[in-house]
């Protein structure tokens, strides 16, 4: 890339996770959001943050600007279920992403270690670290720090008021939009579980519910949880990784994908609970990231165990190894200097 080039950043939409996706990924880049026709008139590299946002576009692109001589980058979150799937959709999607594989000037990178599923390789020219691996701040992680030492501090009574309920016990936390996807039946089976086992752990979730889950919470609250069924602000999400000994990463086995709670936890150092067998399973195993990997019938079971402590140290050490692999990458099938990361 020539000196001076911006990168050309693009997604169609800034739901959910994509907006800090967006401004992170401006900031390490230097780069500038790209409208649908930048990417057929500007000479620039372009990144794709989303490939499953728009595949067919990705593809049209991609093989456009190949024929001018284009660097064309793309992040495949769900590469799964394009290796498993038999569908027409799916078995297109796979031979497609085989043939820009092809061509030098197009990247699909996922955001998984290969290692973490080795058939990725057919699909895929290589990976990153997803960036809620490796996303948070300087700042953040003081306030982190400040929190966990001293819960007072908060700008919220949230970690106050959770260790003054869970008193001796530890805490495990839910974090997000709570569903069925995210393991929220299980959730709350397994708080009635261990109330039942005498297990030390006191059940909290943050974010607001599905409207399908309200017998869910009802039961949940009755059992004895802290439901703080709401938004929740930037300090507040902090606050609670702060008050947490382990994070719920017990997903449903339909959702099984990169996640931003688990790698808010794996940054902060918090021990986090897996699905048996899951890619964040593997991410854990193939990265010495601390956790409990369990089914829904082992999960009792294992919280009965030691825990691995809080280890922030660890976790700030971690993000910064993935941030130096994955920036290392960017820039490579970029050609974008060095010194343009933030």
Not at 119 to 141: K, P
Not at 174 to 195: E, I, M, N, R, Y
Not at 218 to 241: K, Q
């Amino acid at each position: 890339m020539a000196k001076g080039e911006e990168v050309l950043i693009f997604s169609r939409s800034e739901d959910g996770h994509r907006a800090q996706y967006f401004q992170f990924a401006m900031g390490i880049l230097g780069g500038c959001r790209a409208r649908a026709g930048d990417l057929f008139f500007r000479m620039e590299p372009a990144l794709f943050l989303m490939v499953e946002e728009g595949f067919l576009f990705y593809v049209v692109a991609c093989l456009w600007r190949s024929a001018l001589g284009r660097r064309t980058v793309g992040l495949l979150f769900r590469p799964k279920p394009v290796l498993e799937g038999g569908s027409l959709r799916l078995s297109f999607k796979r031979c497609a992403l085989k043939l820009l594989k092809r061509i030098p000037s197009v990247r699909t990178l996922t955001i998984l270690p290969f290692a973490t599923l080795p058939e990725m390789a057919e699909i895929a020219d290589g990976w990153i670290y997803d960036f809620q691996l490796w996303d948070l701040t300087d700042e953040d992680h003081r306030y982190y720090e400040k929190i966990r030492q001293n819960p007072g501090e908060a700008i919220s009574q949230l970690p106050a008021s959770l260790r003054f309920r869970a008193g001796s016990q530890r805490v495990l936390s839910a974090f997000g939009p709570q569903d069925l996807h995210k393991g929220f039946d299980l959730f709350v089976d397994t708080l009635a579980g261990s109330k039942r086992a005498g297990l030390p752990f006191h059940f909290v979730f943050g974010g607001k519910s599905g409207i399908g889950c309200i017998g869910l919470v009802s039961r949940f609250e009755r059992s004895g949880g802290s439901a703080i069924d709401r938004w929740l602000s930037e300090e507040e999400w902090i606050e609670l990784y702060a008050a947490s000994d382990l994070v719920w990463c017990l997903y449903a086995p339909g959702y099984d994908q990169a996640s931003g709670v688990l790698g808010r936890a794996v940054q902060f150092g918090v021990p986090v609970l897996v699905r048996e067998g899951s890619l964040s399973h593997r991410l854990c195993e193939t990265e010495g990231i601390p956790h409990l990997a369990a089914t829904a019938e082992s999960v009792s079971a294992l919280l009965a165990r030691d825990l691995s402590a809080v280890d922030h140290r660890r976790g700030k050490a971690l993000a910064g190894r993935f941030a130096e692999t994955s920036l290392t990458t960017l820039h490579e099938v970029l050609g974008a200097p060095r010194d343009r990361a933030a």
